[in-house]
């Protein structure tokens, strides 16, 4: 494609992008397809001479459209946000057409200079002290697995590198904590026997005493016990670990704390609800994805630590052919981290947070808590629901329970009712399990939703509740 | 930002492209900034209120290109290509827009279903059998510790994931092996001591029977064989261990086989260039970067096993809150690597191969390889210089050696001639040390090099030999 080219397709894809953020709401959040139905559209092999950009953009709007789960339309409440903005959009066009591989200071300076700074904008914003350094990384996955693996350095005074993991090594989390824990456990090395799900308390939060129990336990079995990972907002329920009460555990028997406050970070932008973060100016790594709920689209996550020595030392590697004359006055972010090559991520963030100014996310993060609590102070006014579990910022757990049934009865009832809230196409709501129970999940979090999007949720779920019950 | 301004807005950066593709040689490739002047530019404090886009468009033409290596530039000839195109640059926009989440089948069908078909047909480009299956993963690192993880579960009977490594395994990769590998060790839990660098030969090739015999000492030391990497063009010189002589080995003693062919892998799309490929249907998993040489931005690293089921073994996760009604009759990717998230990169693979075809991809890496012969004729007839490595594709390592010399001038000589070369704007080659020597390489790649690009960085090389030699 010659440039002409790409400016007349280019010009094309913006337009149909804009109509796209414009229409959103006229496609069913999720799309209807059966599984195999989509990539019967596609030919079996791949095509001997190129095509034009004509028919592959027919093909985009009437094979791949048709397939996509619109997580930027305003009635997607499920899971997580990955919240998107036009500018993050801009952005990430911008990295894209540059094409730099950032793997080294060399390899684009200011990809490298202006993550630093934009790292240390974000953690003015959340409330971290100083003394924490930041890098982006893909996901917070990859950044709690990252800081499992520099536990496990520390705790082996930087012999697991060299000779694998000898010591019986042990992590620590609440029994609400993410998959990814697991995941990073495994891969890390550790062993999954080695992870301890720490007993949480009614707010599905980690119970200090027990976690200082176990680590006793531990101790006493001849276990070291390496990394400890408190979730500032679970997956399951967004329920907050009492981190300062957790990182005085971790400061007695010097275990490694890593924070991970995946969704619920961004919040901490706004001082009236940043009470979760007390304590994390004490932990030795922090995680947020402004990917989720910071209006900056996948994948950026902000990972900080306390020391990046400690960070470099554990993934540092040092080849020839990498090797350049500023290395020693530079930040090589190659070593802070699993891939070796890395976008040029930081550009989006930088539109971010200058086209919206803290103001910006502030007021939209705000605006998604009350309408989280409107929706909540609905759901209780209506005897046949009941709140599952605190409402904590902007995700509301709930289900239908008409009274007189047994657990069993309950899953399938609002297995059911979900499916028929969710078969409106306006909205899209998972679930999960709380203690056995079946519960739903209404998750805000994209710039585009609103009032009337909430209502509107709202009036699906009575009237399903409606047609569900006798 | 509303609609109509996006619009605006992304035309004009649309525009600004256009005119970066149109203009890229007037760049010098390698900016000219010195450590810490870039971040000096940006405010050390977020702003409190959102910022007209006008001002951030502004200074990100005069804060962040003037900072940016130029990868695209036609006389990028340094490290490896990260070679685009406007097609894969409009698709990742359509990416971005669409801003889906595509952990799994369910939050976006097509994201799963395009990427079966889009990695199923680069199978059939690069010869691999119908016996492997693709995943797309960010870069070929993590696609290799990918490969360790698995090797890891194979070799330990699925117990390493459960109870950490208790035996004691080996890894083995030649000498000339990228350093992705020992990170992947480390990581992985092996430990550095277990990864056994194996002898290579005069063309900086893995030496089977070399394989073979540390092999054998380590099963006669109690070790266990876990995993073998073999490279398909080393980084330094474009190596190709002889894969077919490897895989016997590794077939003899159940061992792991993975096959590195990060840049050279698009080659293979090349029939009369395929030879290399000679063995790869034995192995056990395969990795090769599109986002390299095949016109595709990154990232895009393509990852292909004999057996989806292992690697779905070694890192699948199921909490309830990612379970849906469609698990037992999709690809959920997230069980096919590391990361939970996963951006929708088929789409721009899609776009790639169908615009370019497997003609316009083949001519493409034709005529690199034609231009890397070229340079290296023409380093051979001057007697000034002399060829470090059999020349590989599209890779030339060389050196200037006047005769007289030892090696320690000679890497003095040709530090000071490297940094000559480049001081030029219009070219960027970057070192390696092959056994010691101080090699210059020159990476042929990029989409828009053509031959008087190549002939340019010829007259710079002369002249630069011309200016430092007496």
Redesign the interface.
């Known amino acids: 494609?010659d440039?002409?080219?790409?400016?007349k397709?280019?010009?094309e894809?913006?337009?149909?992008?804009?109509d796209?953020?414009?229409n959103i709401e006229k496609y069913p959040v999720?799309?209807r397809?059966q599984?195999?139905?989509?990539?019967k559209q596609?030919p079996?092999?791949?095509?001997?001479?190129?095509?034009p950009?004509d028919?592959?953009f027919r093909d985009?709007q009437t094979?791949?459209?048709?397939?996509?789960?619109?997580?930027?339309h305003p009635g997607w409440m499920a899971?997580f946000p990955?919240n998107?903005?036009?500018?993050?959009?801009?952005a990430?066009?911008?990295t894209?057409?540059?094409?730099?591989?950032c793997m080294i200071?060399?390899?684009?300076?200011?990809?490298a200079?202006?993550e630093?700074?934009?790292m240390?904008?974000?953690r003015?914003?959340i409330g971290l002290p100083e003394t924490f350094t930041g890098v982006i990384q893909?996901?917070?996955?990859?950044a709690t697995?990252t800081a499992l693996?520099t536990a496990?350095e520390k705790a082996t005074g930087l012999q697991?590198?060299?000779?694998?993991?000898e010591k019986k090594?042990r992590v620590y989390a609440g029994t609400e904590a993410?998959?990814?824990i697991?995941?990073g456990v495994?891969?890390?090395?550790?062993?999954?026997?080695?992870l301890r799900m720490i007993p949480t308390d009614d707010a599905f939060a980690m119970i200090p005493e027990a976690l200082q129990q176990a680590i006793e336990e531990d101790l006493a079995a001849g276990y070291q016990p390496a990394c400890v990972v408190a979730a500032i907002g679970s997956?399951?329920s967004m329920a907050m670990d009492p981190v300062d009460a957790i990182a005085a555990v971790c400061k007695k028997y010097n275990v490694w704390l890593h924070v991970d406050a995946a969704f619920a970070g961004t919040a901490a932008v706004v001082p009236e609800l940043r009470d979760f973060m007390k304590g994390t100016e004490l932990a030795d790594s922090f995680v947020f994805n402004p990917?989720k709920w910071m209006l900056t689209?996948?994948?950026c996550t902000a990972y900080f630590v306390q020391d990046p020595g400690m960070l470099i030392q554990t993934?540092e590697?040092?080849?020839?052919?990498?090797k350049t004359a500023?290395d020693k006055?530079?930040k090589n972010y190659r070593d802070w981290g699993?891939?070796?090559?890395r976008?040029f991520r930081a550009?989006k963030l930088?539109?971010v947070?200058?086209?919206?100014?803290?103001?910006?996310i502030q007021a939209m993060v705000r605006e998604h808590v009350r309408l989280a609590a409107l929706f909540a102070d609905w759901i209780r006014e209506d005897k046949r629901f009941e709140i599952m579990a605190p409402v904590q910022l902007s995700l509301v757990c709930f289900r239908l329970n008409p009274g007189g049934m047994n657990e069993e009865q309950l899953t399938q009832l609002n297995q059911e009712f979900l499916q028929k809230i969710n078969s409106h196409g306006d909205v899209f709501m998972?679930?999960?399990?709380l203690r056995g129970k079946y519960t739903i999940?209404l998750a805000l979090g994209s710039r585009t939703t609103q009032e009337r999007h909430v209502k509107k949720a709202w009036e699906i779920v009575q009237q399903a509740a409606d047609e569900i019950l006798p």
């Open positions: 494609m440039t002409e080219s790409f400016r397709y280019g010009h894809f913006i337009d149909w992008l804009a796209y953020f414009e999720v799309p397809v599984p195999g139905e989509i990539i596609f079996v092999s791949p095509p001997h001479s190129g095509e950009m028919d592959i985009f094979q791949v459209v048709p397939g996509i789960t619109h997580w930027q899971y990955a998107n903005s036009p500018e993050s959009v801009l990430e066009l911008l894209a057409g540059l094409g730099a591989q200071w060399q390899t684009s300076p200011v990809a200079e202006l630093e700074r934009v240390d904008w974000l003015q914003m893909d996901t917070a996955s990859t697995l693996l496990r697991s590198n060299l000779k694998g993991i090594l993410h998959s990814s697991e995941k495994k891969i890390a090395g550790y062993g999954k026997e080695n997956t399951s990917h689209n996948f994948d993934f590697i040092h080849p020839e052919y990498l500023a006055q530079v699993i891939p070796l090559g976008r550009l930088w539109f947070i200058r086209s919206y100014g803290i103001e910006g998972t679930h999960t399990s999940r």
